[in-house]
């Protein structure tokens, strides 16, 4: 079996999905004709035609509020905004109509929709086109938010949000689309939402990032490995609800706590996890709780991006400090 990348595995998944299921249609701005900006959607025009996979005006607004009604008359739209900084025309829809119609009509409708948007920086592009906006979305009740960090884990996770009954924002980390392959086999096997992933084991520090921020983690996590810390890294993947369990089992193990994120600090979801253990592991807690993040700024244009986001570098010297204390 051929290694597939990240932007691969989503388009697996969407043509597992849509051949499996006839009401699950795909539309976007340039999906259908072009395959999507990073051609996470080509071939599926070719295979599926016209009626299921859709090209839509510049429009976010409308692409947001469209999924609404086509999942209200039974169909499962999986909507694409080009980039993640695009999104906020579609923040009314999805906020107040997608995430509240459970509640709105007392569990008589449900909304299956999923809004996917590439993700993230590290691809030298405008401010637009790199952001890391996760905690807007995991602020809203009834909306699930999900960043895949690898091919196997983008095409389990995707297929287990288009199944799902509620809203789900499904956030792909542009800067890895093509960084890592793996073999996925196209099983239709999803993967369980609202729960981490531990990828490494470790006894020392547990540092919870999720996204492209996994590959600095664990490159960080190895370097430290050869100096004695043992780094437990897990993969959040699901960005809200949180899965609290996972994250307090591992702080009561190793005492130390560290959380890896590309968005600004201020208000981000590093502070809802740091809050989690500081209510529920804090007498586990042997130092204080650190972050590792982006800075309180717009994204920078190419030459300074690097140095805001987070390096391993970084992170190694973070988990030092966090050694350094009893």
């Known amino acids: 079996m051929a290694e597939i990348t990240l932007a691969e595995a989503i388009t697996q998944a969407l043509a597992y999905e849509m051949q499996a299921d006839k009401n699950v249609v795909v539309f976007g701005e340039d999906v259908a004709t072009n395959g999507g900006v990073f051609r996470t959607t080509l071939g599926l025009l070719q295979k599926f035609g016209p009626d299921r996979v859709l090209d839509t005006p510049l429009a976010e607004g409308m692409i947001g509020g469209m999924a609404i009604g086509m999942a209200s008359q039974g169909l499962k739209p999986v909507a694409e905004f080009q980039f993640e900084g695009f999104m906020y025309p579609a923040f009314d829809q999805i906020v107040s109509h997608a995430s509240r119609m459970r509640t709105r009509t007392r569990g008589r409708l449900t909304c299956p929709v999923v809004y996917r948007a590439p993700w993230g920086g590290g691809i030298h592009a405008p401010e637009h086109h790199s952001e890391s906006n996760e905690a807007y979305f995991a602020h809203i009740p009834g909306i699930r ?32 689309y093509r960084m890592v392959k793996q073999n996925v086999p196209d099983t239709g096997e999803a993967l369980p939402l609202d729960q981490c992933f531990v990828l490494r084991e470790g006894s020392d520090i547990t540092l919870v990032t999720w996204g492209a921020y996994t590959v600095e983690s664990l490159q960080a996590a190895e370097q430290l490995a050869q100096e004695g810390i043992q780094t437990e890294v897990i993969d959040l993947a699901t960005i809200s609800p949180i899965d609290s369990a996972t994250i307090l089992e591992s702080v009561e193990k190793t005492g130390r706590l560290m959380i890896v994120h590309e968005a600004p600090k201020n208000c981000g979801v590093g502070a809802e996890i740091a809050a989690l253990v500081a209510e529920h592991a804090l007498t586990s807690l042997v130092a204080p709780i650190q972050r590792v993040t982006g800075f309180d700024t717009m994204m920078p244009y190419y030459k300074l991006e690097n140095f805001y986001m987070p390096s391993v570098a970084r992170i190694m010297a973070t988990a030092k400090q966090l050694m350094e204390y009893a």
């Open 145 to 176: 938010v999900v960043i895949p960090s690898s091919p196997a884990r983008a095409y389990g996770l995707l297929l287990a949000a288009i199944r799902d009954p509620d809203p789900v924002v499904f956030l792909e980390p542009k800067r890895i």
